[in-house]
């Protein structure tokens, strides 16, 4: 067995020990050959072929095939020390079993040389021959950047260059854009490491990180605004890019992108303005989000346990017996696992795939998981309470002969539905996480409607309310093949906003008003709310990771986010951390909580606030949950309000200060602090036994929410925070909303 694949599987991490490294050889650099054998193989070599002439090239043996941070957009990985994810880590164990790992390091090519080489083991096989050709940087000298919109006077693109290949064709472009000494950088899309990415490396790669993200992140977009140069710009492009953001030179944002040879021009659109006009501006590139349900502003409860009729409504009765009214049920652990279009247990006749059931078409039995769902939703909504289902953009799998499954598999494949590979096959999903499934193209219009149809009897007839949209970073490699004929290179980052974008088309179409919860996306995204910030330890630094998140996400227009009260993951959150998530939540656009599968093991996981004060013993979590809750049932309308005013006018529902405040220095370092609406300034509590804190008070006359006390703004305060209060300030001219807190 001789295998290499020099693209590798697209792992933007992640170089494979079977690719070529880089894939694309640029001139004047070394370059690497790798290859994966069986353990009977003794040797390897490479046989080049340069000019006619042919010289060999032993390969060794080489143990880091597969580390992180070693890939294309290496500069821009997780942090150092995090932990990688174990099940990814689990998938790989297997990737490549009982096999030798060989690698070579070749010489640098010429300008535009073209190359061949071919690989051979001791036992005389061989595998198929490659081509290569050097690619070189050359300056931009016919406008393929082409600079649009509104920049600031002296606001130009400089170091423009492209890298070309012997035809002209162009594969990537790099330029600059200049920053002053005292600008900060926001936006780029939910970032967990750092809000200000002045002195960052981001990339624009739609990724699945599973906890402790660092610079990785599944909604990424290619904006940023420029705070104190009072500038945005967005690239106008879904390929993936990478910026270096003063870190190689203190003035200057580098901005780096892949192209694809057919594409003769791209785009950099430049806005101007305060940075709220600056976002509506850039939202504006794409349809604005209409005004989302107001029962997205209650509490939202989720645990993957909940999988069952009985266990749902038993949880349901429980949070009512404590006085916990819970707006929104989120169940993950829903359908058949297979089709994830009908309840698990469910009975009915298998068609072509061409359509979706009816809901007459279904019957559940009494013994069942679900023995009634459209009973369960109806009395949910007697109660006030809305229900979304878990959804993935994925074919799982064929499943078994003569299955719903089965029949969908076959139809999408037939109809020339999914996304094809570099060989024209049906791509088969490369990650860990529902690995060898087919993806649908959903970026087309047909097919969209056709998922759609599978799940249109959920929403028209059994009156579910909305979908977690979870998944949508499944698509690796920049050869795929989409069915407009574009490449992964170009699409991939896309696919995502089109998966919400179905499920808000089906909403549309049968005249309700839903909602989707979505990890992933791009630019574009803003116009399918809401969104979630993923996965997350019950540590504190998550806790902080995700008002990072929050905030920057909202700076690239995801007005309406939310996170995991407490974090979802691993152990239980302390008492402390579950009342200090509570209380950031109440003041956060989505208040929810959300908890991963422990397979019913003893004790409960659940980060319900019963089940953490069962665990803990400790019965204040009830009570401050409680409290908490009932302030957030009173900023309803406020968010209501407030939430459609951050649509007309570009202001985040939860905006970061310096969205207000743009030419003070010291909102740079209040990190966690932010505004909720234009009247609400929120200082959640970070860290661990924290009895004060200190608070920074921007401009303006603030009243605080527990004393009633009013501070003048412009100045550091020192606050007492115990337990049972999270710092908060009215803006004093808010009278309205004085009367409602207090």
Same mark, same amino acid.
């Given at each position: 067995m001789?295998?290499?694949?020099?693209?590798?599987?697209?792992?933007?991490?992640?170089?494979?020990?079977?690719?070529?490294?880089?894939?694309?050889v640029?001139?004047?650099?070394?370059?690497?050959?790798?290859?994966?054998?069986?353990?009977?193989?003794?040797?390897?070599?490479?046989?080049?072929?340069?000019?006619?002439?042919?010289?060999?090239?032993?390969?060794?043996?080489?143990?880091?095939?597969?580390?992180?941070?070693?890939?294309?957009?290496?500069?821009t990985?997780?942090?150092?020390?995090?932990?990688?994810?174990?099940?990814?880590?689990?998938?790989?164990?297997?990737e490549?079993?009982?096999?030798?790992?060989?690698?070579?390091?070749?010489?640098?090519?010429?300008?535009?040389?073209?190359?061949?080489?071919?690989?051979?083991?001791?036992?005389?096989?061989t595998?198929?021959?490659?081509?290569?050709?050097?690619?070189?940087?050359?300056?931009?000298?016919?406008?393929?950047?082409?600079?649009?919109?509104?920049?600031?006077?002296?606001?130009?693109?400089s170091?423009?260059?492209?890298?070309?290949?012997?035809?002209?064709?162009?594969?990537?472009?790099?330029?600059?854009?200049?920053?002053?000494?005292?600008?900060?950088?926001?936006?780029?899309?939910?970032?967990?490491?750092?809000?200000?990415?002045?002195?960052?490396?981001?990339?624009?790669?739609?990724?699945?990180?599973?906890?402790?993200?660092?610079?990785?992140?599944?909604?990424?977009?290619?904006f940023?605004?420029?705070?104190?140069?009072?500038?945005?710009?967005?690239?106008?492009?879904?390929?993936?890019?990478?910026?270096?953001?003063?870190?190689?030179?203190?003035?200057?944002?580098?901005?780096?992108?892949?192209?694809?040879?057919?594409?003769?021009?791209?785009?950099?659109?430049?806005?101007?303005?305060?940075?709220?006009?600056?976002?509506?501006?850039?939202?504006?590139?794409?349809?604005l989000?209409?005004?989302?349900?107001?029962?997205?502003?209650?509490?939202?409860?989720?645990?993957?346990e909940?999988?069952?009729?009985?266990?749902v409504?038993?949880?349901?009765?429980?949070s009512?017996?404590?006085?916990?009214?819970?707006?929104?049920?989120?169940?993950?652990?829903?359908?058949?696992?297979?089709?994830?279009?009908?309840?698990?247990?469910a009975?009915?006749?298998?068609?072509?795939?061409?359509?979706?059931?009816?809901?007459?078409?279904?019957?559940?039995?009494?013994?069942?998981?679900?023995?009634?769902?459209?009973?369960?939703?109806?009395?949910?909504?007697?109660?006030?309470?809305?229900?979304?289902?878990?959804?993935?953009?994925?074919?799982?799998?064929a499943?078994?002969?003569?299955?719903?499954?089965?029949?969908?598999?076959?139809?999408?494949?037939?109809?020339?539905?999914?996304?094809?590979?570099?060989?024209?096959?049906?791509?088969?999903?490369?990650?860990?996480?529902?690995?060898?499934?087919?993806?649908?193209?959903?970026?087309?219009?047909?097919?969209?409607?056709?998922?759609?149809?599978?799940?249109?009897?959920?929403?028209e007839?059994?009156?579910?309310?909305?979908?977690?949209?979870d998944?949508?970073?499944?698509?690796?490699?920049?050869?795929?093949?989409?069915?407009?004929?574009?490449?992964g290179?170009?699409?991939?980052?896309?696919?995502?906003?089109?998966?919400?974008?179905?499920?808000?088309?089906?909403? *549309?179409?049968? %005249? =309700?008003?839903?909602?989707?919860?979505? +990890?992933?996306?791009? &630019? @574009?995204s803003s116009?399918?709310?809401?969104?979630?910030?993923?996965?997350e330890?019950?540590?504190?630094?998550a806790?902080?990771?995700?008002?990072?998140?929050?905030?920057?996400?909202?700076?690239?227009?995801?007005?309406?986010?939310?996170?995991?009260?407490g974090g979802?993951?691993?152990?239980?959150?302390?008492?402390?951390?579950?009342?200090?998530?509570?209380?950031?939540?109440?003041?956060?656009?989505?208040m929810?909580?959300?908890?991963?599968?422990?397979?019913?093991?003893?004790?409960?996981?659940?980060?319900?606030?019963?089940?953490?004060?069962?665990?803990?013993g400790?019965?204040?979590?009830?009570?401050?949950?409680?409290?908490?809750?009932?302030?957030?049932?009173?900023?309803?309308?406020?968010? *209501?309000?407030? %939430? =459609?005013?951050?649509?007309?006018?570009? +202001?985040?529902?939860? &905006? @970061?200060?310096?969205?207000?405040?743009?030419?003070?220095?010291?909102?740079?370092?209040?990190?966690?602090?932010?505004m909720?609406?234009?009247?609400?300034?929120?200082?959640?509590?970070?860290?661990?036994?924290?009895?004060?804190?200190?608070?920074?008070?921007?401009?303006?006359?603030?009243?605080?929410?527990?004393?009633?006390?009013?501070?003048?703004?412009?100045?550091?305060?020192?606050?007492?925070?115990?337990?049972?209060?999270?710092?908060?300030?009215?803006?004093?001219?808010?009278i309205?909303?004085?009367?409602?807190?207090?």
């Amino acid at each position: 067995m001789l295998k290499h694949n020099p693209s590798g599987l697209g792992h933007p991490y992640r170089y494979e020990p079977d690719q070529r490294i880089p894939v694309e050889v640029i001139a004047g650099h070394d370059w690497q050959v790798r290859a994966r054998t069986d353990e009977l193989t003794m040797s390897v070599e490479l046989l080049l072929t340069r000019d006619n002439e042919t010289s060999i090239w032993p390969l060794v043996t080489h143990r880091q095939a597969r580390s992180e941070d070693h890939g294309p957009y290496g500069a821009t990985a997780k942090f150092t020390g995090t932990e990688t994810h174990l099940a990814d880590a689990a998938a790989r164990s297997g990737e490549y079993p009982e096999q030798i790992e060989w690698e070579v390091s070749l010489p640098p090519l010429s300008a535009y040389e073209k190359v061949s080489y071919q690989l051979r083991t001791n036992a005389d096989e061989t595998s198929e021959k490659f081509a290569c050709q050097a690619l070189v940087w050359s300056a931009d000298e016919n406008g393929f950047l082409q600079q649009l919109g509104d920049f600031p006077d002296g606001i130009t693109a400089s170091d423009v260059e492209l890298l070309k290949d012997s035809d002209g064709g162009v594969h990537r472009l790099k330029f600059s854009l200049p920053m002053q000494e005292e600008d900060h950088v926001v936006g780029f899309g939910e970032r967990f490491h750092s809000v200000d990415q002045r002195g960052e490396f981001v990339d624009a790669c739609v990724y699945e990180e599973y906890k402790g993200q660092g610079h990785r992140t599944y909604l990424p977009a290619p904006f940023g605004i420029i705070i104190g140069s009072n500038y945005g710009f967005y690239l106008q492009s879904a390929n993936p890019s990478r910026f270096d953001v003063g870190v190689s030179s203190l003035n200057k944002l580098q901005v780096e992108i892949d192209v694809t040879p057919h594409q003769n021009h791209l785009g950099l659109k430049g806005y101007c303005g305060k940075p709220a006009q600056i976002l509506k501006k850039y939202m504006r590139e794409f349809a604005l989000p209409d005004t989302p349900p107001e029962w997205i502003y209650s509490l939202w409860a989720s645990s993957n346990e909940w999988n069952t009729q009985e266990r749902v409504q038993r949880e349901i009765r429980t949070s009512q017996e404590l006085g916990i009214d819970i707006g929104v049920v989120v169940i993950e652990a829903w359908s058949d696992e297979s089709t994830f279009t009908v309840f698990r247990d469910a009975q009915y006749e298998p068609n072509d795939g061409a359509r979706g059931h009816r809901a007459a078409e279904i019957t559940y039995p009494e013994n069942g998981a679900w023995p009634n769902p459209k009973m369960m939703i109806h009395d949910l909504h007697a109660n006030d309470t809305k229900l979304l289902l878990w959804q993935i953009p994925i074919l799982k799998d064929a499943g078994e002969p003569k299955s719903q499954a089965e029949a969908n598999w076959n139809f999408a494949i037939e109809n020339d539905f999914v996304v094809r590979d570099a060989h024209d096959e049906p791509y088969k999903v490369r990650g860990f996480w529902f690995h060898d499934g087919l993806l649908p193209d959903l970026t087309q219009n047909h097919v969209r409607k056709w998922w759609a149809d599978q799940r249109r009897y959920l929403v028209e007839e059994l009156e579910v309310d909305g979908f977690k949209t979870d998944g949508g970073e499944h698509a690796w490699g920049a050869d795929l093949k989409y069915l407009n004929g574009l490449s992964g290179l170009e699409m991939n980052n896309r696919l995502p906003v089109a998966y919400a974008q179905t499920f808000h088309e089906l909403f *549309a179409d049968i %005249g =309700k008003k839903g909602a989707t919860f979505s +990890r992933a996306g791009f &630019a @574009g995204s803003s116009s399918f709310p809401t969104f979630w910030a993923g996965d997350e330890d019950s540590t504190w630094e998550a806790f902080r990771a995700s008002i990072r998140a929050g905030i920057s996400a909202s700076a690239s227009g995801l007005f309406f986010w939310g996170w995991d009260i407490g974090g979802f993951s691993g152990q239980l959150p302390t008492t402390e951390l579950y009342i200090r998530g509570t209380q950031m939540a109440t003041f956060c656009p989505i208040m929810q909580f959300h908890s991963e599968y422990n397979h019913h093991r003893t004790p409960s996981n659940d980060r319900s606030p019963w089940n953490i004060a069962k665990q803990s013993g400790d019965s204040a979590v009830l009570a401050l949950f409680r409290t908490y809750l009932d302030i957030r049932k009173k900023l309803i309308p406020y968010l *209501a309000r407030e %939430g =459609k005013a951050a649509i007309e006018s570009g +202001r985040p529902l939860m &905006a @970061g200060l310096f969205f207000d405040y743009p030419e003070d220095p010291e909102i740079w370092k209040a990190t966690y602090q932010y505004m909720l609406g234009r009247d609400l300034l929120v200082a959640p509590v970070t860290d661990p036994n924290c009895t004060t804190m200190k608070i920074y008070l921007p401009q303006g006359s603030w009243i605080e929410l527990w004393d009633g006390d009013e501070h003048q703004g412009g100045k550091w305060i020192d606050l007492l925070t115990p337990l049972e209060r999270i710092p908060v300030f009215i803006n004093s001219d808010s009278i309205d909303l004085i009367n409602v807190l207090r």
